[in-house]
């Protein structure tokens, strides 16, 4: 593993784990199952950046588990995205990823441009899911139904990306980590325990800011290479 991953990767995902436990620890958590839930996340996002199909694994689990995370907060717009959509999804995004590795390097997966077609069904797909994810979260009296519909787009964006294999899929998830913070941020007001999950997405943040940055330097590489 040493030799799998750089020494900033390292650091990174020690800092994210030991910063995720700490504030589980201090801020009481919100159950075993978020911490566990948070670590699988943030171990996941290292081998996402890393272009490595055992990330888009590990992401199906953490969509299940923080699907019934939400439930518990009511927040059925993210339970339903997540288990409903992420998962679904990371799935197809795991086959896609297997079945494209880097000259057969099944660690590291092929990156892909975006055509502008792709680009123009991504878009009005886009438009398509949230206006109907709107519908359903009003439906179920979802709390805070603007920023989990903004979630809902930018969870589809990230999983779509994630398929067709470009870098702005970290961004994608990048903005979606952004508008978690927020959420969990207006749940903390009054559970405490809920700031354990803010770390979490922080560091999520961080991961896939880093992501970007390396999937970038990745199709530089391959592009190069070729």
Known sequence: MKKYFSALEIMLWCVSIALIIASFVIFGGNGILTLVASIIGVTSLIFNAKGNPIGQALMVIFSILYGIISFTFSYYGEMVTYAGMTAPMAVFALIAWLRNPYNGNKSEVRVNRLKKK??????ALTAIVTLLFYFI???FHTANIIPSTISVTTSFLAVYLTYKRSPFFAIAYAANDIVLI?????????NTSYISVIVC???FLVNDIYGFVNWSEMQKRQANKK
Request: aromatic share 20%.
């Open 118 to 123: 792709d680009i123009v069904f991504m878009t």
């Open 137 to 139: 979260l009003d439906f």
């Open 182 to 190: 927020v959420l969990w941020a207006m749940a903390a007001v009054t």
């Open 201 to 203: 997405f922080s560091m």
